[in-house]
């Protein structure tokens, strides 16, 4: 049985507006980006999501998500992750 992630660590947050995050991601192969896509489908709140394997770049749409949760998210992946805006 795979391992589960409980994202109600991850609470959104009303006053949140909407925000475009730009991650860099040390994403090597379609798997390093199919596991940061699996986790930003699954996670609530998140609006559309653009994962760039050539680029290392994931982009993600959210109304209801802190940043700080997005990025907690994406770090589960094992990937480096870095916020560039």
């Not at 589960?4 to 730009?22: D, G, R, W």
């Amino acid at each position: 049985m795979g391992k589960v992630i409980h994202y109600a660590l991850y609470p959104c947050e009303s006053n949140v507006k909407e925000q475009t995050l730009t991650y860099t991601v040390e994403m090597t192969c379609s798997g390093c980006s199919g596991a940061v896509e699996r986790i930003l489908k699954k996670l609530p709140g998140v609006d559309s999501y653009d994962v760039l394997l050539e680029k290392k770049t994931v982009v993600v749409k959210t109304e209801s998500l802190a940043e700080e949760a997005v990025t907690t998210a994406i770090k589960k992946s094992g990937k480096e992750t870095v916020l560039i805006s």
